[in-house]
């Protein structure tokens, strides 16, 4: 199956620091990302859906000047938790969609951490 | 509007079969996914179903009725190793770029 990674793994901060996630496919093209957040013993609530070369969608209650998502190319997809605070801290799951086909696969997850 | 309904926890015994349940309730229908997810990983494909009807792979197999809003996730043959949380995952209107939106997860305990 197609692979998705993601970097870093695990993060720790500061509060009001800035965080920096990537998103990588690494053996597909994948013209939409999707970011997910998961807090613990809950399920994964879509943030947004990023189109390489275009604005991302946010979903409703997720603000876009914290969360800033940019998709420069087919193959990475990046998001920015600006101002990070002690509530920001959760399990960020990016996911992409192979063009042409139904499955979405989804990257081994980050674990953040805000002090 | 979206809503996806699974039990919250099961528990069953190695060895046996277990069937999970999801129920969906949807403006648009394009298929419907089952993730298996392990403590702090991210979750791994199970199956999609998109017409009525039973899919089998292995000892997973998952079943869909579209009339009824209704999935089921049947593991056979359960392992140890099969403990994990079970996610339902249903694709909205046919459109190109539409996200998976997630039922909150079936958390599954093997026992011996």
């Known amino acids: 199956g197609a692979v998705v990674s993601q970097h870093p793994s695990r993060v720790i901060c500061k509060s009001g620091t800035s965080v920096k996630i990537e998103c990588r496919s690494l053996?597909?093209?994948?013209?939409?990302m999707f970011w997910y957040r998961q807090f613990p013993k809950q399920s994964l609530m879509l943030m947004a859906t990023s189109n390489e070369g275009s604005k991302a969608t946010y979903e409703q209650g997720v603000e876009k000047d914290k969360f800033l998502i940019n998709h420069a190319s087919l193959t990475l997809s990046t998001l920015t938790v600006t101002s990070a605070h002690p509530e920001d801290s959760s399990f960020y799951i990016c996911s992409a969609r192979v063009a042409g086909k139904e499955t979405q696969y989804f990257g081994p997850g980050t674990r953040l951490l805000v002090l | 509007g979206q809503n996806i309904d699974q039990p919250t926890e099961m528990t069953a015994t190695e060895g046996a079969i277990v069937q999970i349940n999801c129920t969906y309730q949807?403006?648009?229908?394009?298929?419907l996914f089952w993730y298996q997810q392990h403590a702090g990983e991210a979750p791994t494909f199970l199956s999609y179903n998109v017409l009525d009807g039973l899919e089998e792979k292995g000892r997973f197999s998952s079943f869909l009725s579209r009339s009824k809003g209704y999935s089921y996730l049947l593991l056979k043959e359960l392992q140890m190793k099969d403990s994990a949380s079970y996610l339902c995952?249903?694709?909205?209107?046919?459109?190109?770029?539409?996200?998976?939106?997630f039922g909150k997860g079936t958390r599954l305990s093997v026992i011996a």
């Open positions: 053996d597909f093209q994948a013209t939409t």
């Open positions: 949807t403006s648009g229908f394009n298929g």
């Open positions: 995952a249903v694709r909205f209107p046919n459109s190109g770029n539409t996200p998976l939106v």
